[in-house]
């Protein structure tokens, strides 16, 4: 948690807080943990987890997969067949850092009027 000095919230950048907030740094991230959350089977591959997820490209895909697995969230499978087969899934600690991700997401859909209202608040502002 974070740390009070003199009555202040400090935030340092090895709180738990701020490590957290990491994982969120590129937008990817949660929809690809989220995908796989809701994936039927539990296990996905590239191709198709790209075709779910419109707007990311293979690369992004490829990078937010890579980072997900070298924290521990996704698990990836490969099987020695040609054409290569990989698969994705998430791993125990994924699925437990998917359940908040489900919150913020259920959140978004019981709040779509204030996303909206927010959004159009921006482009207005930026239109300034």
């Known amino acids: 948690m974070p740390v009070i000095v003199d009555g202040k919230m400090m935030f340092y950048a090895d709180s738990e807080p701020r490590r957290l907030m990491e994982l969120f740094s590129v ?3 949660t929809m690809v943990i989220h995908a796989l959350y809701h994936w039927p089977g539990g296990k996905c591959r590239t191709g198709e987890l790209q075709r779910s997820l419109d707007g990311i490209s293979k690369k992004m895909l490829v990078q937010s997969l890579r980072e ?5 969230l996704v698990k990836r499978n490969v099987f020695n067949v040609v054409p290569p087969k990989v698969e994705y899934e998430l791993t125990e600690l994924g699925r437990t850092f998917a359940e908040p991700i489900e919150l ?4 978004g859909l019981d709040n779509q009027a204030a996303l909206d209202a927010m ?3 921006c482009q207005q ?3 300034l």
Not at 68 to 72: A, C, I, K, L, Y
Not at 104 to 107: C, K, L, P
Request: overall charge positive.
């Open 27 to 29: 937008k990817w991230t």
């Open 68 to 72: 997900v697995e070298r924290r521990g």
């Open 104 to 107: 913020m997401y259920q959140w």
């Open 119 to 121: 959004e159009a608040a």
């Open 125 to 127: 502002n930026r239109s």
